[in-house]
């Protein structure tokens, strides 16, 4: 019977599907909820010591809906959190207390000051949380005060950072990732030089979702004006898949200690192998749990036991990464697909000899008629 349940930096999950940073773990009510429906971790919506420099405007999500009227891409210009600081740690005690054995993560996210970070870190792991997550990619409104994305498409500042946490964490942690960038591995690279114990991705892909072409304002408008968004939901995940495989490419030969969280449109347990199978450790769900609700996880469980007991696999570990080492260069593909022509012309030569070739009677045939009256020839 194969099992889901997985060690991770020492986290001990009972399945691989991770709530992701935002409004599905934005209090401790939604966080219960999500432990109670099984869960295998939860990440909370990032937070920062100052709250008060939060403010959110509405209306703040956009959908993309396709043909049939799925919701298939989302834009959000959410901020993080504006729940006060002190709040936060009062509800991570008690969520400890009340779901000791469920494994939460704070997202955390700081200006660019080594005592910020230090304090940010310390007070939150007093809470007792189990684990971080270093929010390095959030693409609207943080990035103006240099935080969020902005740290995240810088690889030297990612590496200080990540160092100034790793001085004083006591506990794992992850740097997530802003896909608004060229070169995935290098800010990933950094991160992990700097000390991060895995990497989370993707965030958001910065987007504008439309534009009404009634009032020819762009969506969604707040008192007329917009700003470009981020970008989530089914439509990012070959984005995802594609980043979540370069960086396990290269943590592969580089870091094979460390871990990867892989996200960007999952909504299946068939989504999830996916992922694993390019190489990451857990999966997390965020935009899907805001379409499906939290009960979404059971499903998802079951279709990824489904999907392992096919291929007779009983652990994650046994499958993940295992569809990397299909990936090459766009010049071997043209180098083999020439190879296997010419090995199948070649054949077929072979072949046409063969059948030219009569040792009975019984073998002349119409068609081959001369090339076996040939074969028959010397000289
Ligand atoms: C409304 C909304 C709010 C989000 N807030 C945060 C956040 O506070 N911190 C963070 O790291 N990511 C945040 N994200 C990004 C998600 O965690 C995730 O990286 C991204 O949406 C891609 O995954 P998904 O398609 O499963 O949503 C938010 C996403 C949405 C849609």
């Not at 192998?273 to 390019?278: D, E, H, P, S």
Request: aromatic content about 8%.
């Amino acid at each position: 019977m194969p099992t889901l349940a997985t060690t991770v930096n020492g986290l001990k999950l009972p399945n691989p599907f991770v709530i992701g940073s935002g409004p599905p773990g934005t209090n401790i009510n939604v966080i219960s909820r999500a432990f109670r429906d099984g869960w295998g971790a939860v990440i909370a919506k990032t937070i920062s010591l100052d709250a008060s420099k939060v403010i959110n405007v509405s209306p703040r999500y956009a959908k993309l809906h396709s043909g049939s009227g799925e919701v298939i891409g989302w834009e959000n210009i959410e901020l993080i959190s504006d729940r006060p600081f002190h709040l936060w740690m009062d509800e991570f005690k008690r969520c400890k207390d009340e779901h000791p054995e469920g494994v939460l993560i704070a997202s955390i996210m700081e200006e660019c000051r080594e005592e910020a970070w230090a304090e940010i870190v310390e007070r939150c792991q007093d809470a007792g949380v189990d684990g971080f997550e270093l929010n390095f990619s959030c693409p609207h409104g943080l990035p103006e005060r240099k935080m969020g994305a902005a740290m995240g498409q810088d690889p030297e500042i990612l590496e200080e950072v990540c160092g100034w946490v790793k001085k004083v964490a006591k506990i794992p942690f992850w740097a997530k990732m802003t896909p608004n960038i060229t070169h995935i591995e290098e800010p990933s690279r950094a991160a992990l030089r700097g000390g991060a114990d895995g990497i989370s991705a993707i965030n958001t892909i910065r987007c504008v979702m439309g534009v009404n072409l009634d009032t020819l304002k762009p969506e969604p408008t707040v008192e007329g004006y917009t700003t470009p968004g981020g970008y989530s939901s089914k439509a990012v995940k070959p984005i995802a898949l594609r980043m979540v495989m370069e960086i396990a490419a290269m943590m592969e030969k580089e870091f094979p200690e460390q871990t990867v969280s892989g996200l960007g449109g999952i909504e299946s347990g068939e989504d999830a192998a996916q992922f694993i199978l390019l190489g990451a450790d857990t999966v997390q769900v965020c935009t899907g749990v805001m379409k499906f609700g939290y009960g979404c996880v059971k499903p998802m469980c079951e279709d990824l036991l489904t999907f392992m007991d096919k291929h007779g696999f009983e652990t994650l570990a046994e499958f993940k990464g295992k569809s990397l080492p299909y990936f090459t260069t766009h010049a071997d593909l043209v180098e083999r697909q020439g190879a296997r022509k010419a090995a199948q012309k070649a054949a077929a030569a072979v072949e046409v000899e063969q059948k030219a070739k009569v040792s009975s009677d019984a073998e002349w045939t119409g068609d081959s008629f001369v090339q076996q009256s040939d074969s028959l020839a010397q000289g």
